[in-house]
Every structure is written in structure tokens, then in C-alpha cells.
């Protein structure tokens, strides 16, 4: 098997004409009669007993040769492609058969493949790098937030309910003096000023108290989402059992003991002052990878093929179905509910696949011209990584990851590392 030629074609297509001898197709023709003589009948013999050249000269001596191209064209199209040095991306592949026969096979196979990258001008990019300061404000919400986890309810005996306390009650809805489907509940806890009631609603019940009975008076929004009940008046009459308010515990030491890892305010605030000041940083420097990634893909030149991006948009699709999966949602049952035809679904991720392919494309090209290396300490640090990611030992991580993919990972990775010591960024 050998390439006899590789022509360049447009939009980064590649003709590839490929030989199949004729001893490895012989080969091939006598493993397809083998196959396929059990389904042949010739007269005077059991079916899968007659010989080759009696059913060659019934059928013609080309009967088994479909069988013999379809068997051998997948293995000299793979070498073919690793003799050309292109590298194939998944589409359609177009066939044609040159010849075939005793002297062989030939055909031509046009594939897609890598486009030919070009990137200028990719040193010294700009960005700018703001880290939104820590405040006082910040760490003291931060305290009010523990503050809140620790908050218990208190019932109210005394007064009538206000906004921002619980309220337990009864209720049942109607319209036009008829009790209508779904509008009843019992026993139902509602934070007045939480918004979960129609409008108009929380705010009877303020001044309300224990075992009071009222009439509530409202209209259902004109938007509601039951049309029998858009913009219609109702009253739902109501009993209310039980009113709570919320009792916030005192901030110091002793509720930090309860609640944290530290043993005073003092101490919980630093740490929560440099935590915030770490992912804070974080979000910076995520924001200038991403003004560089911008930036760098503006220094590409290159006639990216259709199918990457379509490569790319199946990849992450496929993993939005198994975090879905993992939530107990199918991705039929995800696009029934959004209400999504399946064009409209890939389109949600076509911009972010698209720039994913065109970064990466650039980032390949920037280690190729820095001639950029992944040594074996870099390749088994990363394998010692994910084992420890994953909990998993590294001989199975290496057996699901080949070397070669990480060794690609890598050095796009260290291309970025190298992208941004060289830009100009500004700090803020």
C-alpha cells in the first residue's frame, strides 16, 4: 500500500491517490470470497462449497472485488494519510475508484485536514489586569453571612406580623366565589417581602397576628401563566397559625468558635480577607488569559475548516448531556423544557467552539514557531496530576490518555505560558 500523490485542494480539502498492490489485494479478494461464498448459489453445489473460479466465471471476476475494497480501504486510507503528513480531521470522506483489478487497486480519497496556520505579530500583546480590592464592607458582609447561617427562628406572640417575618398560615383561592384548581395550601411558611405570592399579596398579611382569619384581595397579573386566571380579581381566604421572626446571634468570639475553623473575629476576618484577595486575583488573571486568547486570535490567519467547528460543538454537547445526566435530566427532556429544535441547540454553542478552535489552532502555531518542548517530567508530572485529580492510579490514567494527546495539551499550554510573559499588561 503507498501514496502515489497528495494534491491541495480549496477550504482545506486534500486529494489523496492511494495504490493497494496486487498481492495485498489478491489477498484482499480471496479473504472476500472466503466471506461471502456462504451466500452464494451455484448450481450443482451446497451453498459456501463452490469453488472461486467457477464462481468467478458465473458472477464475473470482479464479484468479490466490493467486497475486497470495502475490507482494504480503511487501512491503506489511515497509512496513506500518515505517509502525507497532514493532519485529518473528522468529516466526510469522498471516494473514487481509479482502477482495480488483478494489478491491484487504486482510488483517490479527498479528506479534510488542518489548515495551514499563519500568526504575527503575537509577542508583546496588550491587556490589562484589574484586581477588585478587598473592602471592609467585603469582609464584614462576610460576617453577616455567617451571622445568617447561624440565625434561628423565634415565634411572635406579642405583635402582629411585619415584613420580614415568617408567616404559617391557611389558604384557599377564588374567583368569582369559585375555588379555583391549585389554589390551595395548608400550612404554607411565607417570608413577607420574599416575592413568592402575586403581588399585593404579602402585603395584607402585614399587621395581621395568630389565629386571625382575613381575606386577602388581589388580581392575577395579565402575563400570569395560567390564562384561565391572566388578570382576573380573586380573594383567597386565609387562617394564619403561626408568626416567626428571624433572631440573628451576636458576632464575636464565641459564635466563631461555633461556626469556623478560627477562634476569634480578628482571626476569621484575615482569612476571609485573603481568600476574597486570592480569587479575586484568580478573576483577574482569568480576565487577561481571556483578553490575550481575544488578542492572539486576532493575529491568526487561516481558512479554518467547517467541520472543526462542527468536531468541536459535538464534543461539548456531549459533555453538557453527561452533566446533565449526572443531575438526572436527559437532553431530550433539557431541549423539551427550553423549548430548542436541534439547530437552534448547536448554535448556543457555536461562538464559544469556534474561538476554542481558532485559539487552539493559534496556540499550535506559536509552539511550532517557539519550538516549544514537552519533556517526559512534564508528561509524567501531568499523568501524577490527574491520578491524584481523580483518585485513580497512574497506570489507568495512562492507559485512558495516550502520551501523544498530552504531549499536544501540553505544549498549547505551554504556548499560552509563554504568550503571556511576553505581553504588555497593565496593571489596575
Known amino acids: 500500500m503507498s501514496l502515489k500523490n497528495a494534491t491541495k485542494q480549496e477550504n482545506s480539502r486534500v486529494e489523496l491517490e492511494i495504490e493497494v498492490g496486487a498481492e495485498a489485494f489478491a489477498a ?4 472476500a470470497y ?10 450443482g453445489f451446497r451453498k459456501g ?21 470495502n475490507d482494504v480501504y480503511p487501512v491503506a486510507l489511515d497509512e496513506a494519510i500518515k505517509e502525507s503528513g497532514y493532519e485529518y480531521v473528522e468529516d466526510k470522506i469522498d471516494l473514487d475508484v481509479v482502477s482495480v483489478g488483478p494489478e491491484g487497486l487504486v482510488f483517490k480519497a479527498v479528506i479534510t485536514v488542518k489548515p495551514e496556520v499563519k500568526v504575527k505579530g503575537y509577542k508583546g500583546l496588550k491587556a490589562t489586569k484589574k484586581v477588585e480590592p478587598v473592602t471592609d464592607e467585603d469582609v464584614q ?40 384548581e391549585g389554589g390551595k395550601g ?19 398579611l402585614v399587621g395581621a397576628v395568630v389565629d386571625a382569619e382575613l381575606d386577602i384581595n388581589v388580581t392575577f397579573p395579565e402575563e400570569y401563566h395560567a390564562a384561565e386566571l391572566a388578570g382576573k380579581p380573586a380573594v383567597f381566604k386565609c387562617k394564619v397559625h403561626k408568626i416567626e421572626k428571624k433572631e440573628l446571634p451576636e458576632i464575636d468570639d464565641e ?37 490575550l486568547a481575544d488578542a ?94 481523580y483518585n485513580m492510579e497512574v497506570d489507568k490514567i495512562k492507559a485512558a490518555i495516550p502520551a501523544s494527546e498530552l504531549t499536544k495539551d501540553l505544549s498549547v499550554s505551554k504556548a499560552m505560558t509563554f504568550i503571556t510573559e511576553q505581553a504588555a499588561i497593565t496593571e489596575e
Not at 28 to 31: C, F, G, L, N, R
Not at 49 to 69: C, D, H, N, Q, S
Not at 145 to 170: C, K
Open 28 to 31: 484482499a479478494v480471496d479473504a
Open 34 to 43: 472466503k466471506k461471502d461464498v456462504k451466500k452464494m448459489a451455484v448450481p
Open 49 to 69: 462449497k463452490a469453488p472461486r473460479a467457477l464462481i468467478e466465471k458465473t458472477y464475473g471476476t470482479g464479484v468479490f472485488y466490493e467486497t475486497a475494497m
Open 141 to 180: 458582609a462576610e460576617l453577616t453571612r455567617l451571622q445568617e447561617r447561624n440565625a434561628r427562628m423565634v415565634s411572635v406572640e406579642d405583635r402582629a406580623a411585619e415584613m420580614g417575618d415568617t408567616v404559617t398560615f391557611d389558604f384557599e383561592g377564588f374567583v368569582d366565589e369559585v375555588a379555583f
Open 186 to 204: 395548608e400550612n404554607h411558611a411565607l417570608v413577607l417581602g420574599s416575592g413568592q405570592f402575586i403581588p399585593g399579596f404579602e402585603e395584607q
Open 255 to 291: 459564635l466563631i468558635k461555633d461556626s469556623s475553623d478560627f477562634d476569634t473575629v480578628e482571626a476569621f476576618k484575615e482569612d476571609a480577607k485573603k481568600r476574597m484577595e486570592e480569587q479575586r486575583t484568580k478573576i483577574a488573571e482569568d480576565a487577561v488569559n481571556e483578553q
Open 296 to 389: 492572539l486570535i486576532g493575529c491568526l490567519k487561516a481558512d479554518v475548516p467547517a467541520a472543526m467547528y462542527e468536531r468541536t460543538i459535538d464534543d461539548r454537547i456531549q459533555d453538557f448531556a453527561y452533566r446533565l445526566q449526572s443531575q438526572g435530566l436527559s437532553l431530550d427532556m433539557y431541549m423539551q423544557y427550553t423549548g430548542m429544535d436541534t439547530e437552534k441547540f448547536r448554535d448556543s454553542f457555536r461562538e464559544q467552539a469556534e474561538k476554542q478552535v481558532k485559539l487552539r489552532l493559534a496556540l499550535e502555531a506559536v509552539a511550532k514557531a517557539e519550538k516549544i518542548e514537552v519533556t517526559e517530567e512534564d508528561i509524567e508530572a501531568e499523568y501524577a496530576k490527574f491520578a491524584e485529580q
